[in-house]
């Protein structure tokens, strides 16, 4: 008679995923590659915007273009994770861990664990990739541990949203049914501009889109000028929240076909 | 039908019955470049910005995204025929290499024909039209055609020497790599990064983006277009001449 | 010039860092003729199909197919030799019907001729329903059947058949063995057939070559091979359980222990079949009830277990287990 609780079965497939992921350089280099050539491309290769009109961001384009690479990084790691739940309903593999655990919350919440432990390694190389290109962070110690919190709640709403369509969808054609929502959320919001430099169909979506208010939130932090501070942990804890409740339903899903 | 024709259009058909390969390769470009258009019109006021219209700027990306797609579908199905013993079987008829090796880049420049002209489209019904005119669009569809073979055959050289998909789906952020670290998103001369700068102008990507541009924009350029089809073309040739090379040694017959 | 089907004079494959996978085998096959080669995995069985269907080139030894030289004369082998692979090798786009349009094409057939060829060899394996479907919805059964069909388009005189029936239920199994029975029967095709089936091997093949570890042990019609080894063998399952023991110490003495039914003994009696009775007489004054009795005659695995010191249907259960 099995004896796991939430924590026995979190902590095996949390070790199971990272083991993983660890020996699998396709599955490592992509997610720490990706930031990286979004940072250096426009960070190196827009470095001039900050000389359009109206850009008056006080800690320069580096540090302006740094603070949405953090968050794409965030959100792709939870992503990416979240394509391991598909690729284990299409193997069969989950099948053992319905079977195996005795509480399947836990299952939920060991491929959370991986999804940030994997969400950490990316962030801590592009970070030091940052530093040595010239990432000025004029906040506080209270403002970066503000900025990480910001990124690494991200990270849970894209793996809890990516684990409730993959529960659901239960193959790899999961993949673009996560990826895609998740692009649109990061694309359509100020990334290489400020938001009031935004033009045209782009700017009326960024108006409404929840990652504008993080973003500005972020480099806010960064700048040591906190701004939208309250409404943007609001704004994400309220997609978290929804995000554990669509993780938990395709659960229930998966659970009627185990 | 010859050999040739026949490989084809099975190239062609092949392709063209996976959408998931085909749609993407149209529909990611311009969502791509709908959305820096609207995120970076505010770079057109920077002195010395070769046009008021960022859209007519960035024009010339899609042409080089689509070429990565057609690299990534090239290989892939070129490695799908040898994992799963398809060459074997067409090495055992008395088709001969070199007809293998053109009816591959057909399908490689058919889908590339397919991205050209819905880009040209888009292009003229959405921008300020092609500086160069109509003789223009045929030479820049010509160019984007030779950019599509360059990075095809890469993809397909890629297959024929490693024999498997991964290996292809790895070459991926190269060719991202070789896209970003280019003048994609400023011209070469705006860009203010000395080590980004000198990269670009060392990139062959930047050449095909400014050949595309300058017709898009100014019009004839006799400069930029001979060095953006030297740098599609050399690619191409090289390229062709490696995969020509690992097909020789991957379908061995006595 | 050899006037062999396929014929082989020390024919070896070297590969970098690695054992020879085929070490000097010399064969020759009659026009006509069904020749099975069996082995277990990694006897060097495919190397050796791949070398005479000339995939691959020989690191010496010389081979001929069709009085063709394999080196020299390549395209002149190609033309002559039909080859359904190891894999299926089918394009999952492709429909059958696009498939045969493809080979058929590829080796000169042209318009009416070349649907004809289509529409028959379709309606031969049992495809023309399906003719019209992208091959990637095909089961492996199909999938093998229309492998055959293309490897059948340009009429060869030589068929090599790589592990045909790997993976197929039996049902399939038996549709394909019926049609390369017909082939060799109605048309006088030569087949060389590869397979790791015992019973493949002794349905199917006028001859037999036994392969291991890239050398050929035996080679026979299966009635010359099994009648070296010449010995029955007898297995006896006790209807006590606990008496398995001493049923085995009983049988020991009518001859050397093989591998059977993990309830029973088994023993290949030295004296042959003649010994049975006293096999009976001997279970029976040693007051053990036996369930079930039975007489076996040799099997092709005898042989590969004579001639090797392993048993062939053994090698592929360590194979299933290791996996």
């Known amino acids: 008679m099995s004896r796991g609780s939430f924590f026995s079965v979190a902590r095996a497939v949390a070790w199971r995923n990272i083991h993983n992921w660890a020996t699998n350089p396709a599955l490592v280099i992509p997610g720490v590659l990706f930031p990286m050539f979004f940072f250096t491309a426009f960070a190196g290769g827009l470095s001039r915007i900050d000389n359009v009109p109206g ?135 100020p990334v290489w501009v400020p938001y009031d430099l935004l033009t045209g169909w782009v700017q009326a979506a960024a108006s409404v889109n929840p990652l504008t208010l993080v973003l500005e939130a972020g480099r806010g932090f960064l700048a040591g000028d906190p701004t939208k501070v309250l409404p943007a942990f609001a704004v994400v804890a309220l997609l978290v929240s929804v995000s554990v409740l669509w993780a938990r339903g395709g659960l229930r899903s998966a659970e009627r076909v185990a | ?41 505010t770079a057109t006021h920077l002195p010395g910005f070769p046009t008021n219209s960022y859209f007519q700027f960035a024009l010339a990306i899609p042409f080089i995204q689509g070429a990565l797609f057609s690299a990534n579908s090239a290989g892939t199905n ?53 500086a160069a005119g109509p003789a223009g669009v045929v030479v820049l569809v010509l160019l984007s055609l030779t950019i599509s073979l360059a990075f095809g055959a890469i993809g397909a050289f890629v297959a024929l020497r490693a024999g498997n998909g991964e290996a292809v789906q790895g070459t991926f952020p ?36 400014e050949g595309i541009r300058s ?31 690992a097909l020789r040694t991957r379908m061995v017959r006595t | ?90 394009d999952p786009y492709l429909t059958g019907r696009e498939h045969m349009k493809l080979q058929t094409a590829l080796h000169g057939m042209r318009g009416a001729e070349a649907r004809e060829r289509s529409d028959a060899l379709l309606q031969r394996v049992g495809l023309v329903q399906a003719a019209d479907r992208r091959v990637g919805g095909y089961s492996g059964g199909m999938k093998r059947r229309l492998d055959l069909a293309l490897a059948l388009v340009h009429r060869p005189r030589i068929l090599f058949l790589d ?5 197929l239920d039996p049902q399939s199994r038996s549709a394909l063995w019926e049609e390369v029975q017909r082939l060799a029967a109605d048309r006088g095709v030569t087949v060389f057939l590869t397979t790791q089936y015992l019973e493949e091997a002794d349905v199917l093949a006028d001859r037999v070559g036994i392969i291991d570890r890239g050398h050929i042990v035996a080679e026979g019609t299966p009635e010359e091979l099994k009648a070296e080894i010449g010995r029955p063998s007898v297995e ?33 009696l030295s004296g042959g079949d003649a010994q049975l009775a006293e096999v009976v007489r001997a279970l029976d004054a040693a007051n053990i009830e036996i369930q079930e009795l039975q007489l076996h005659a040799p099997t092709l695995d005898d042989v590969f277990l004579a001639k090797t010191g392993r048993s062939l249907e053994g090698e592929a259960e360590r194979e299933v287990a290791a996996a």
């Open chain 1, 55 to 189: 850009f008056d961001y006080g800690a320069g384009y580096t540090t302006f273009v740094y603070g949405f690479v953090l968050l794409q990084a965030a959100t792709f790691g939870g992503v990416f994770s979240s394509f391991s739940i598909a690729r284990d309903f299409e193997s069969g593999f989950s099948r053992r861990l319905m079977l195996g655990a005795a509480n399947r919350g836990g299952i939920v919440a060991g491929y959370w664990i991986a999804a940030l432990v994997r969400a950490l390694t990316n962030i801590g190389v592009i970070t030091v990739v940052a530093l040595l290109v010239g990432l000025e962070v004029h906040g506080s110690g209270i403002d970066i541990v503000g900025l990480y919190t910001l990124a690494f709640l991200m990270n849970a709403f894209a793996l809890l949203f990516g684990t409730g369509v993959a529960m659901r969808l239960r193959t790899m054609q999961a993949g673009p049914a996560i990826q895609t929502p998740a692009f649109l959320l990061l694309f359509l919001a």
């Open chain 3, 236 to 268: 006896a399952i006790p209807r006590d359980p606990d008496q398995l023991a001493y049923t085995k110490q009983v049988l020991a003495r009518f001859g050397e222990s093989v591998t059977g039914s993990p309830k029973g003994a088994s023993v290949r």
């Open chain 2, 215 to 245: 017709l898009v924009i100014e019009g004839w350029d006799a400069e930029a277009l001979a060095l953006g089809f030297a740098c599609a073309g050399g690619i191409a040739l090289i390229a062709v001449a490696a995969a020509g090379s």
């Open chain 2, 78 to 130: 070129v490695a799908s025929d040898i994992e799963s013993g398809f060459l074997n079987r067409l090495a055992l008829t008395p088709l001969r290499r070199v007809s293998l090796m053109l009816g591959q880049l057909t399908g490689i420049l058919a889908l590339g024909l397919i991205q050209a002209l819905t880009f040209v489209v888009v292009g003229l019904a959405f921008g300020d039209g092609i």
């Open chain 2, 174 to 209: 190269l060719f991202f790599a070789a896209l970003f670290l280019s003048s994609m998103s400023l011209p070469r001369d705006l860009i203010e990064t000395d080590w980004f700068r000198t990269v670009a102008t060392w990139n062959p990507v930047s050449y095909m983006l």
């Open chain 3, 163 to 167: 592990e045909p029936t790997t993976g």
């Open chain 3, 1 to 90: 010039m050899s006037d062999a089907a396929i014929e082989t004079q020390g024919l070896v494959r070297e590969f970098k860092k690695g054992p020879r996978a085929v070490d000097g085998i010399d064969l020759r096959v009659e026009p006509g003729e069904v020749y099975g080669f069996l082995g277990p995995n990694g006897a060097g069985k495919s190397t050796t199909v791949h070398m005479l269907t000339t995939l691959l080139p020989p690191s010496a030894g010389r081979a001929w197919v069709a009085g063709h030289d394999i080196v020299e004369d390549g395209a002149a082998v190609r033309a002559t030799i039909g080859a359904a692979l190891q894999d299926a090798a089918l």
């Open chain 2, 1 to 41: 039908m010859s050999e040739v024709a026949l490989l084809a259009q099975r190239s062609v058909v092949r392709t063209l019955r996976q959408p998931a390969m085909v749609v993407p390769s149209l529909v990611f470009p311009l969502l791509l470049l709908s959305i820096n258009t609207s995120g970076l019109e």
